[in-house]
C-alpha cells in the first residue's frame, strides 16, 4: 500500500511582507523521486526549506510521515530528513570523510564521540557514492562534482529516510550533472528514500521524476507525471516563452527545445501546420 511520506496542506511562506508560498498543497509518496521545477523566483528553495524545518510557514500545516512537523525534536527530525543545500563552503581543511562523518550528529550523544556503527555508516556512504579513494583528501581541494558528490555522502551517512536537495546539477558539467542523477536514482531504487529535489534543468527532470511540481510565482501551475506537466501550453504559461514539446527517443518522455527569436516565425507555421 502506497503511504504519503510529505503532505503540504494550503502552506503560505513570507518573508517580512513579501508572499513567497501562496496557498500550496501537494502531497509526495513514499520512495519516490519527486521533483520540483519552475522559473527563478517562483519559490523553489523556499518550498523546500518549509518542508526541512528551516522556516515557518504563515499559514498552513506540513506533515512529514503523517506528523505534523512542528511535533518533531530537531534531532528526530534530522534522523527523518536530510536537506543537501545549493551552496556550501568548506573554510576549514576537513576531509572528506571527516564531513561525511558530521552527518552522524542526529545519532549520537551529548559528547558525540563516534561508535563503531558510526565509522561503519560513513565507510558505506562513501562507497555508495565512490569517493572511498578520496576519503583522506581535503574537500577543498576537490572538484565541484566531488564536493557535491561529498554532501550527499553527509546526508547518506545521516541514514534519513527523506532526502531533500536543492539544485545538486546546478554549475555542473554534463558528466557530474548525469552522474548525480543516477546517485539519486540508486538513492530511491537501493536505498528506499524519498528523494526530493529542486531543479532548473526541465529534460533531466523529466527523464528521472517520477512526479513533478511546478511552480510560478509561489503557486502551483501543475502536479504529476513528467507527460502530464510538460506540455507545451503548461510550460509556456509557466516560462513564458516558446518552447518545443517533443519525446525524448531515449526513455520516451517529454523533451523541451527552446526556439531562437529568429525560428519564431517559423515554428509558429509549422505548429500551424500540424
Not at 508560498?21 to 521545477?37: D, L, P, W
Request: proline share 4%; aromatic share 6%; net charge neutral.
Amino acid at each position: 500500500m502506497t503511504t504519503i511520506a510529505i503532505e503540504i496542506s494550503n502552506l503560505i511562506c513570507k518573508y517580512d511582507e513579501n508572499t513567497v508560498i501562496r496557498n500550496t498543497s501537494f502531497s509526495v509518496k513514499t520512495g519516490e523521486f519527486f521533483i520540483i521545477i519552475g522559473p527563478n523566483g517562483s519559490g523553489k528553495s523556499t518550498l523546500l526549506k518549509a518542508m526541512a524545518g528551516l522556516i515557518h510557514s504563515s499559514q498552513g500545516q506540513v506533515k512529514i510521515k503523517h506528523h505534523f512537523l512542528e511535533l518533531y525534536t530537531q534531532k528526530t527530525l534530522a534522523r527523518t530528513i536530510a536537506l543537501v543545500p545549493q551552496v556550501s563552503t568548506f573554510d576549514f581543511p576537513f576531509t572528506v570523510s571527516q564531513v561525511v562523518l558530521m552527518g552522524r550528529t542526529p545519532h549520537q550523544g551529548l559528547l558525540g564521540f563516534e561508535k563503531a556503527e558510526d565509522i561503519q555508516a560513513m565507510e558505506e556512504a562513501l562507497v555508495f557514492t565512490d569517493l572511498i579513494q578520496l576519503a583522506n583528501r581535503k574537500v577543498y581541494q576537490l572538484s565541484g562534482g566531488e564536493r557535491q558528490r561529498v554532501l550527499i555522502a553527509r546526508a547518506i551517512c545521516q541514514q534519513p529516510e527523506i532526502m531533500l536537495l536543492d539544485e545538486p546539477t546546478a554549475a555542473l558539467d554534463l558528466k557530474h550533472q548525469i552522474r548525480i542523477m543516477d546517485l539519486m536514482e540508486r538513492l530511491k531504487s537501493e536505498k528506499q528514500l524519498t528523494v526530493v529535489m529542486v531543479s532548473h534543468d526541465i529534460n533531466l527532470a523529466s527523464m528521472y521524476a517520477d512526479n513533478l511540481l511546478l511552480l510560478k510565482n509561489g503557486e502551483v501551475i501543475s502536479t504529476g507525471s513528467p507527460a502530464q506537466v510538460l506540455s507545451y501550453d503548461i510550460l509556456e504559461k509557466a516560462y513564458g516563452c516558446t518552447l518545443l514539446v517533443d519525446e525524448n527517443p531515449i526513455k520516451k518522455c517529454p523533451r523541451l527545445t527552446l526556439v531562437p527569436e529568429s525560428y519564431l516565425a517559423s515554428f509558429k507555421n509549422r505548429k500551424n501546420d500540424i
